[in-house]
């Protein structure tokens, strides 16, 4: 999981104009991003708890917030809270809405400096990678004013209930129904998949309120408190072992009108949105550590500064051909939105072979480690982190719409392949 | 520097595709080879090339040249992949304008660029000894004799051979075969004395040539870069050559793609639409995404061949993915098209014939993995 989506890298970029074209409205501009840049930095130096600038390396160490979240340490909560009163923790949303209300440029700068002192991500969240950009484009004004500011703060924590046990790849067949009771509804079925439903404060769901027309009509996208009566979650156990994965039921659950985002029975398209936005986001894994210095690592080099094994010597190297050239793609992706063109379709082809050479990346480092990655307790393994890391990539293929659905959007929305 | 191509470049991008699709379409290679052509291009094509200035893509405006660096002359090569169109643009325009550029001395620059530039000359590099690209390998010899230097041993797959004006000859001043060091760069013009040129029809329809040195006297200023240290010097723009091949492999595979997925949404079995099963959907899919990964890579290395530097490590990248992704898209055509598209009569045997030669230039992807394994210090 990552909070990096290709939307938030497009803001870590550099303004593209130049120098000539602008004259003294450049330079003007540049002075204050320079002024910022020292600013941010003092600021940041003051501020940031040194223990808040060591990688994150197990699951406490990453600030989730939320009503019943335990800070990790007390500097988590301060870094949390310095923070969150500068809107930094959303930089780029508007300052009504609890964000910083920083240009494109100063967010860069601020995203820049935060690595340079290494410093953590002071909150991760789904409510600011993926339920705040769909509100800010589909909420309305009390809806944003009410929800937002609490996800800027950390002071409300949100899942995601979109997959169904009959409605998986086929998201569109989802049946959770919403009954109209005038003033709300009564919402009665079964969410699977849910991330940390067991920890969430509030869900954004899609909800069937019309099943008379075609599947992809009739979905609405509600917010609703997982401590209202009727809901219950419960998680499930994977084949790594324990995961945030929850399956969630809804009895029952009395659902306020005021909580429909955009309009009643079109909530496809905000699901679809907020789709493009998870699908490059688990394309896009970040830049881990290179696969062969793992394996030199693990393995050492011989007389001639190669890893011992030549075959799989072999297989490193043509995985990390692939990966550097995927590496390169979502740097293109991204110019190419920059510049104006449109990427849509293509955020497929990204997830399919971004999730598809992370699986292959793991099965290489299970191969680098040879028995050593198969242990699954104990001090030594870390509790068998690689085997569990490794079983965990196998759902890489599937969330976010399994590798085929997305050759099937391939095939329709760009080879233009009829149905 | 945004990883797309500039306004200047996509300009060039489509007057290159219109230029081959209406001067140079496939059938004018079907036509070359049905006639058996001894050169194997026609040289109004060629002499309207360097007229565009695609001949001097890689010069510099001061020799005559378009000075569109590797970006350029790569979006070219990409285009003549597309339509296979024939001509000396990679042997000449490209590695022979590379490696005087980056060897030779003013003087030989001020020589052949120019003439290179105009498509006057024909400028070839002869690597090669055996079936497989090994530079460090060389052993043809180049034995001091008074003022020059007299060489002796063979070389093979040399692009365009047949026509070339003049030979960039690797040769071994020192040391053994297998080291880097003790290589030399000669310049060798057609028709010198012990010089015996052999064209080779190559599967692609196009003309090499394996090129045998009995005792070539040559004079000390045919010497191109330092004595004893052409591996480093030239490297660079071996490189640049790479990379410009890729952008041709890419080309070959967009295209079979772009005809395969035509192909796909007419023709009709089972009474419906092939395009229609998903069992092929998936396969052109996947292909798209290959193939769209590849673009990337070749465009990346492309850019940082212009921006200088070392670019071993891109340069392999790009010729490593570029020869998997054109086996695979040259392979999967064949296979989506079916029947026919293992027929001559259907445009497709051209293209994988015309991918595995580029596959195997200048190093194939075993070649090019291993270097980018050993620049990646593993």
Redesign the interface.
């Known amino acids: 999981m990552t909070d990096v989506t290709l939307e938030t890298e497009l803001i870590f970029e550099w303004p593209v104009f130049s120098g000539t074209q602008f004259g003294s409205e450049w330079e003007r501009v540049m002075t204050d991003l320079e002024t910022f840049q020292s600013e941010t930095r003092a600021w940041l130096e003051e501020n940031c708890p040194m223990s808040m600038r060591t990688p994150v390396s197990i699951d406490d160490d990453a600030c989730w917030g939320g009503r019943n979240f335990r800070f990790s340490s007390e500097d988590q909560k301060l870094w949390l809270e310095r923070m969150a009163a500068r809107g930094w923790t959303v930089p780029s949303w508007p300052k009504e809405y609890g964000g910083g209300g920083l240009s494109k440029e100063e967010t860069k700068i601020l995203a820049s400096e935060m690595r340079r002192i290494k410093a953590r991500s002071p909150l991760t969240s789904f409510g600011i990678w993926m339920l705040g950009p769909a509100l800010l484009k589909f909420g309305n004004e009390e809806q944003k004013l009410e929800h937002l500011p609490k996800i800027a703060r950390g002071e409300i924590r949100w899942c995601q209930g979109y997959s169904e046990p009959n409605a998986g790849s086929d998201l569109a067949s989802l049946a959770t129904k919403a009954e109209d009771e005038g003033d709300h509804w009564v919402v009665n079925g079964q969410k699977v998949w849910t991330s940390y439903a067991d920890k969430a404060d509030w869900i954004f769901c899609l909800v069937r309120t019309d099943n008379t027309g075609a599947k992809h009509h009739g979905i609405s996208f509600v917010l609703f408190d997982m401590e209202s009566e009727g809901v219950s979650t419960k998680p499930i156990k994977l084949i790594s072992g324990n995961s945030p994965f929850c399956e969630t039921f809804f009895d029952d659950v009395k659902v306020p009108k005021t909580n429909l985002v955009g309009e009643q029975d079109k909530g496809w398209t905000i699901a679809k949105y907020l789709l493009t936005h998870e699908r490059t986001g688990i394309s896009d894994m970040g830049m881990p550590t290179p696969l062969n210095m793992l394996a030199k690592d693990k393995l050492g080099t011989d007389d001639d500064g190669k890893l011992p094994e030549a075959m799989l010597r072999h297989q490193v190297a043509e995985h990390e051909i692939d990966a550097a050239s995927f590496v390169f793609t979502l740097e293109r992706a991204k110019d190419q939105a920059k510049a104006g063109g449109d990427i849509g379709a293509f955020s497929s082809m990204l997830k399919y072979y971004g999730t598809e050479i992370n699986k292959d990346r793991h099965e290489l480092i299970v191969k680098v480690n040879g028995s050593d990655a198969l242990e699954w307790e104990g001090q030594y393994s870390n509790d068998g982190e690689i085997a569990r890391n490794w079983l965990r990539t196998k759902a890489n293929s599937i969330e976010g719409g399994t590798s085929e659905v997305q050759l099937n959007i391939i095939s329709k929305r760009i080879l233009d392949l009829p149905a | 520097m ?3 191509l500039n306004e200047e470049q996509q300009l060039l991008k489509e007057s290159a595709e219109g230029f081959f699709a209406e001067k140079a379409p496939i059938s004018q290679l079907r036509a070359l080879r049905d006639a058996e052509d001894e050169k194997g291009f026609s040289e109004d094509l060629w002499a309207e090339m360097a007229e565009m200035g695609f001949a001097g893509l890689l010069v510099d405006e001061n020799n005559g040249g378009t000075d569109f660096g590797v970006v350029g002359a790569g979006t070219v090569a990409e285009s003549m992949g597309k339509t296979l169109s024939a001509s000396p643009f990679l042997a000449s325009a490209v590695i022979g304008a590379a490696v005087v550029k980056a060897a030779g001395s003013d003087a030989q620059k001020q020589e052949l660029l120019p003439v290179i530039a105009a498509g006057e000359k024909i400028v070839t590099l002869a690597i090669d000894e055996t079936a497989h690209h090994r530079p460090e390998n060389t052993q043809l010899k180049a034995a001091s004799d008074g003022d020059g230097f007299v060489l002796t041993g063979m070389k093979t797959f040399v692009c365009d051979g047949h026509v070339a004006d003049t030979f960039l000859v690797l040769a071994r001043t020192s040391g053994k075969a297998g080291d880097t060091s003790g290589l030399s760069l000669f310049l060798v013009n057609k028709g010198t004395g012990g010089l015996i040129v052999d064209r080779t029809s190559m599967t692609d329809s196009r003309n090499w040539a394996k090129v045998t040195f009995e005792g070539v006297r040559v004079s000390a200023d045919a010497l191109v870069g330092p004595l004893d240290g052409a591996f480093n010097a030239i490297e660079p723009a071996l490189d640049q050559a790479r990379i410009i091949i890729a952008a041709e492999l890419l080309g070959i595979a967009q295209e079979c793609l772009d005809r395969t ?1 035509e192909y ?2 007419e023709r009709k079995q089972f009474g419906v ?1 092939i ?2 099963f ?1 069992g092929l ?2 396969r ?3 292909l ?2 290959e193939i ?6 070749v ?2 290395a492309m850019q940082m061949a212009d921006a200088g530097g070392d670019i071993r490590w891109f340069a392999s ?1 790009a010729k ?2 570029a020869s ?1 992704t054109a086996e695979l898209a040259t392979n999967e055509a064949i296979q989506m098209h079916g029947g026919i598209g293992m027929t001559d009569e259907f445009d497709m045997g051209f293209y994988i014939k015309r991918a595995r030669v580029l596959q195997a230039m200048f190093g194939d992807f075993n070649f090019h ?2 270097r ?3 620049c ?3």
């Open positions: 945004a990883l797309i997925v796909l949404r639409v395009g229609t998903q959907q998936h052109a899919s996947h798209f995404s769209e990964v590849t673009r990337s890579a465009l990346k990248l490593a993915k998997k993995a291993d980018f394994a050993a990646s210090s593993y």
